[in-house]
């Protein structure tokens, strides 16, 4: 499946998890990215915190040596809007913790370095 080029007004669409969550017994990030790849999104890039809290106030940090448990994940989508709002029943499946934004953007350059 060929990604698309993107220009001009899109959206994007970032979702908030721990790296500790699970969909069924597969890392949920893992699944985010390959079911938006099926639907066809542009592209999903999944960056990992090396600190953060959310709701419970509990803050999740690495240690000096990398090591900690549940930090923080923000899965980021950016493509046209009715893109965007197609994946909403799919997040609205997967993700039952966590918190999801969405929020115009412009794009400046989309290339590939190849």
Do not use: Y
Not at 70 to 88: G, K, Q
Not at 93 to 103: N, Q, S, Y
């Amino acid at each position: 499946m060929a990604a698309r080029k993107l220009e001009g007004t899109a959206q994007a669409l970032q979702i908030f998890i721990g790296d500790d969550d699970l969909w069924e017994t597969e890392p949920l990030h893992r699944v985010l990215v390959h079911r938006l790849r099926l639907a066809g999104v542009a592209g999903v890039t999944v960056t990992r915190g090396i600190a953060g809290f959310g709701l419970s106030g509990q803050i999740r940090a690495a240690d000096r040596l990398g090591g900690a448990t549940d930090l923080p994940l923000v899965v980021t989508v950016i493509d046209m809007p009715e893109r965007i709002a197609s994946l909403l029943p799919i997040i609205d499946e997967l993700v039952t913790d966590g918190l999801v934004i969405r929020f115009d953007v412009e794009i400046l350059r989309h290339q590939d370095a190849n």
